[in-house]
Protein backbone atom coordinates (compact mmCIF):
# COMPACT_ATOMS: atom_id res chain seq x y z
CA UNK A 1 0.00 0.00 0.00
CA UNK A 2 3.15 1.91 0.78
CA UNK A 3 4.41 1.58 -3.01
CA UNK A 4 0.90 2.26 -4.04
CA UNK A 5 0.11 5.32 -2.54
CA UNK A 6 3.68 6.92 -3.66
CA UNK A 7 3.25 5.89 -7.00
CA UNK A 8 0.15 7.39 -7.40
CA UNK A 9 0.84 10.50 -5.36
CA UNK A 10 4.01 10.62 -8.53
CA UNK A 11 1.18 9.80 -11.48
CA UNK A 12 -0.85 13.26 -10.14
CA UNK A 13 2.12 15.39 -8.90
CA UNK A 14 3.48 14.90 -12.98
CA UNK A 15 0.11 15.41 -14.32
CA UNK A 16 -0.10 18.58 -12.04
CA UNK A 17 3.09 19.90 -13.00
CA UNK A 18 1.90 19.20 -16.73
CA UNK A 19 -1.23 20.48 -16.64
CA UNK A 20 -1.36 21.28 -20.68
CA UNK A 21 -1.65 17.67 -21.12
CA UNK A 22 -5.30 17.72 -19.08
CA UNK A 23 -6.13 20.91 -20.87
CA UNK A 24 -5.46 19.66 -24.11
CA UNK A 25 -7.95 16.79 -23.20
CA UNK A 26 -10.66 19.29 -22.06
CA UNK A 27 -10.21 21.55 -25.29
CA UNK A 28 -10.23 18.24 -27.81
CA UNK A 29 -13.60 17.35 -25.99
CA UNK A 30 -14.87 20.90 -25.93
CA UNK A 31 -14.14 21.13 -29.43
CA UNK A 32 -15.41 17.63 -30.94
CA UNK A 33 -18.66 18.91 -28.90
CA UNK A 34 -18.95 21.98 -30.59
CA UNK A 35 -18.31 20.90 -34.06
CA UNK A 36 -21.05 18.10 -33.42
CA UNK A 37 -23.45 20.57 -32.27
CA UNK A 38 -22.45 22.89 -35.87
CA UNK A 39 -23.34 19.28 -37.54
CA UNK A 40 -26.58 18.23 -36.04
CA UNK A 41 -27.80 20.82 -33.85
CA UNK A 42 -28.18 23.49 -36.00
CA UNK A 43 -29.59 21.27 -38.89
CA UNK A 44 -33.43 21.28 -37.57
CA UNK A 45 -33.12 19.45 -34.23
CA UNK A 46 -32.02 16.32 -36.47
CA UNK A 47 -30.33 14.92 -33.66
CA UNK A 48 -32.51 11.74 -31.64
CA UNK A 49 -31.97 10.53 -28.77
CA UNK A 50 -30.28 7.31 -30.02
CA UNK A 51 -27.92 9.28 -32.04
CA UNK A 52 -27.31 11.38 -28.99
CA UNK A 53 -26.10 8.81 -27.21
CA UNK A 54 -23.91 6.97 -29.29
CA UNK A 55 -22.36 10.47 -30.81
CA UNK A 56 -21.39 10.92 -26.81
CA UNK A 57 -19.99 7.26 -26.64
CA UNK A 58 -17.71 8.10 -29.78
CA UNK A 59 -16.12 10.91 -28.61
CA UNK A 60 -15.49 9.59 -24.93
CA UNK A 61 -13.87 6.53 -26.41
CA UNK A 62 -11.70 9.05 -28.55
CA UNK A 63 -11.02 10.72 -25.52
CA UNK A 64 -10.06 8.03 -23.19
CA UNK A 65 -7.27 6.30 -26.09
CA UNK A 66 -5.97 9.87 -26.27
CA UNK A 67 -5.45 10.52 -22.49
CA UNK A 68 -4.36 7.29 -21.88
CA UNK A 69 -2.10 6.63 -24.46
CA UNK A 70 1.21 8.46 -22.57
CA UNK A 71 0.43 5.96 -19.81
CA UNK A 72 4.04 4.50 -20.66
CA UNK A 73 5.16 6.02 -23.50
CA UNK A 74 5.83 9.43 -21.29
CA UNK A 75 8.65 7.52 -19.06
CA UNK A 76 12.06 7.50 -19.79
CA UNK A 77 14.12 4.21 -19.93
CA UNK A 78 15.76 5.67 -16.73
CA UNK A 79 13.19 6.03 -14.99
CA UNK A 80 11.31 2.57 -15.61
CA UNK A 81 15.09 1.10 -14.81
CA UNK A 82 14.42 3.07 -11.07
CA UNK A 83 11.37 1.63 -10.84
CA UNK A 84 12.27 -1.94 -11.79
CA UNK A 85 14.82 -1.52 -8.70
CA UNK A 86 12.59 0.30 -6.20
CA UNK A 87 8.94 -1.45 -6.23
CA UNK A 88 6.81 -4.08 -7.75
CA UNK A 89 5.11 -4.68 -11.14
CA UNK A 90 1.83 -4.92 -9.26
CA UNK A 91 2.00 -1.63 -7.59
CA UNK A 92 2.88 -0.18 -11.06
CA UNK A 93 0.34 -1.37 -12.40
CA UNK A 94 -2.56 -0.66 -10.09
CA UNK A 95 -1.30 3.28 -9.65
CA UNK A 96 -1.68 4.01 -13.32
CA UNK A 97 -5.22 1.95 -13.06
CA UNK A 98 -5.99 4.17 -10.51
CA UNK A 99 -4.83 7.39 -11.62
CA UNK A 100 -6.36 7.04 -15.40
CA UNK A 101 -9.79 5.70 -13.83
CA UNK A 102 -10.02 9.09 -11.86
CA UNK A 103 -8.40 10.89 -14.91
CA UNK A 104 -11.31 9.05 -16.94
CA UNK A 105 -14.02 10.32 -14.32
CA UNK A 106 -13.21 13.63 -14.51
CA UNK A 107 -13.01 13.91 -18.42
CA UNK A 108 -16.24 11.84 -18.69
CA UNK A 109 -18.12 14.25 -15.84
CA UNK A 110 -16.83 17.56 -17.38
CA UNK A 111 -17.37 16.24 -20.91
CA UNK A 112 -21.05 15.03 -20.16
CA UNK A 113 -22.06 18.38 -18.78
CA UNK A 114 -20.98 20.15 -21.49
CA UNK A 115 -22.58 17.85 -24.06
CA UNK A 116 -25.48 18.16 -22.22
CA UNK A 117 -25.10 21.86 -22.11
CA UNK A 118 -24.54 22.53 -25.92
CA UNK A 119 -26.62 19.39 -27.36
CA UNK A 120 -29.32 19.29 -24.92
CA UNK A 121 -29.88 16.45 -22.53
CA UNK A 122 -32.54 13.79 -23.15
CA UNK A 123 -31.89 11.59 -20.64
CA UNK A 124 -34.92 10.25 -18.64
CA UNK A 125 -32.76 8.68 -15.39
CA UNK A 126 -30.18 10.56 -15.18
CA UNK A 127 -28.15 8.66 -11.64
CA UNK A 128 -28.63 5.84 -13.82
CA UNK A 129 -26.54 7.22 -16.60
CA UNK A 130 -24.08 8.50 -14.49
CA UNK A 131 -23.60 4.93 -13.26
CA UNK A 132 -22.95 4.07 -17.15
CA UNK A 133 -20.42 6.61 -17.32
CA UNK A 134 -18.44 5.81 -14.38
CA UNK A 135 -18.67 2.10 -15.05
CA UNK A 136 -17.05 3.23 -18.59
CA UNK A 137 -14.95 5.17 -17.37
CA UNK A 138 -12.71 2.19 -15.00
CA UNK A 139 -13.57 -0.34 -17.92
CA UNK A 140 -11.47 1.98 -20.42
CA UNK A 141 -8.99 3.08 -17.64
CA UNK A 142 -8.24 -0.52 -17.21
CA UNK A 143 -8.20 -2.04 -20.45
CA UNK A 144 -6.28 1.27 -22.06
CA UNK A 145 -3.48 0.94 -19.43
CA UNK A 146 -2.97 -2.21 -19.84
CA UNK A 147 -3.20 -2.09 -23.71
CA UNK A 148 -0.44 0.99 -23.33
CA UNK A 149 1.99 -1.15 -21.22
CA UNK A 150 1.63 -3.81 -23.76
CA UNK A 151 2.23 -1.39 -26.61
CA UNK A 152 4.99 1.06 -25.20
CA UNK A 153 6.99 -2.11 -25.89
CA UNK A 154 6.93 -1.61 -29.82
CA UNK A 155 8.37 1.00 -31.42
CA UNK A 156 4.86 2.70 -33.08
CA UNK A 157 3.32 2.67 -29.63
CA UNK A 158 0.32 4.80 -30.73
CA UNK A 159 -0.74 2.28 -33.87
CA UNK A 160 -0.53 -0.74 -31.75
CA UNK A 161 -2.56 0.59 -29.11
CA UNK A 162 -5.71 1.91 -31.39
CA UNK A 163 -4.93 -1.72 -32.93
CA UNK A 164 -5.52 -4.10 -29.61
CA UNK A 165 -7.58 -2.02 -27.41
CA UNK A 166 -10.40 -2.12 -30.51
CA UNK A 167 -11.21 -5.42 -30.12
CA UNK A 168 -11.43 -5.09 -26.40
CA UNK A 169 -13.19 -2.12 -26.46
CA UNK A 170 -16.02 -2.88 -28.25
CA UNK A 171 -17.70 -5.50 -26.24
CA UNK A 172 -17.47 -3.14 -23.16
CA UNK A 173 -18.68 0.06 -25.47
CA UNK A 174 -22.09 -1.70 -26.82
CA UNK A 175 -22.96 -3.00 -23.14
CA UNK A 176 -22.17 0.52 -22.12
CA UNK A 177 -24.81 2.32 -25.39
CA UNK A 178 -27.62 -0.29 -23.77
CA UNK A 179 -27.12 0.52 -20.48
CA UNK A 180 -27.42 4.25 -21.42
CA UNK A 181 -30.08 3.93 -23.66
CA UNK A 182 -32.17 2.59 -21.07
CA UNK A 183 -31.10 5.24 -19.12
CA UNK A 184 -32.47 7.82 -21.90
CA UNK A 185 -35.63 6.22 -21.61
CA UNK A 186 -36.18 6.29 -18.16
CA UNK A 187 -36.59 2.90 -17.54
CA UNK A 188 -36.51 0.84 -14.12
CA UNK A 189 -33.17 0.12 -12.98
CA UNK A 190 -34.34 -3.60 -12.46
CA UNK A 191 -34.28 -3.75 -16.28
CA UNK A 192 -30.34 -2.61 -16.27
CA UNK A 193 -28.98 -4.83 -13.50
CA UNK A 194 -28.15 -7.12 -16.27
CA UNK A 195 -25.84 -4.72 -17.92
CA UNK A 196 -24.97 -3.32 -14.34
CA UNK A 197 -23.51 -6.56 -13.60
CA UNK A 198 -21.61 -7.59 -16.92
CA UNK A 199 -19.53 -4.29 -16.58
CA UNK A 200 -18.51 -4.57 -13.11
CA UNK A 201 -17.38 -8.06 -14.30
CA UNK A 202 -15.66 -6.89 -16.90
CA UNK A 203 -13.81 -4.08 -14.82
CA UNK A 204 -12.85 -7.00 -12.55
CA UNK A 205 -11.66 -9.32 -15.25
CA UNK A 206 -9.69 -6.57 -16.60
CA UNK A 207 -7.67 -5.35 -13.18
CA UNK A 208 -7.13 -8.62 -12.18
CA UNK A 209 -6.00 -9.72 -15.49
CA UNK A 210 -3.74 -6.60 -15.27
CA UNK A 211 -2.65 -7.38 -11.93
CA UNK A 212 -1.48 -10.99 -13.02
CA UNK A 213 -0.07 -10.64 -16.30
CA UNK A 214 1.74 -7.25 -16.08
CA UNK A 215 4.36 -8.60 -14.17
CA UNK A 216 5.39 -11.02 -16.97
CA UNK A 217 5.41 -8.34 -19.22
CA UNK A 218 7.60 -5.90 -17.07
CA UNK A 219 10.04 -8.70 -16.76
CA UNK A 220 10.93 -7.89 -20.73
Known amino acids: MGELKALLWKEITLEWRQRYALSGMLLYMVSTVFVCYLSFALKNNQLTPIVWNTLFWIILLFTAVNAIAKSFSQERYGRLIYYYSLC ?3 SIILSKIIYNGLLMVV ?3 TGFGFYALVMGNPVGDLGLYLISILLAAVGFASVLTLVAGIASKAENNATLMAV ?5 LLPMLLMTINLSKNALDGLDWDVSMDEIRTLLALDAIVITLSYLLFP ?3 RS
Open 107 to 109: LSL
Open 164 to 168: LSFPI
Open 88 to 90: SPQ
Open 216 to 218: YLW
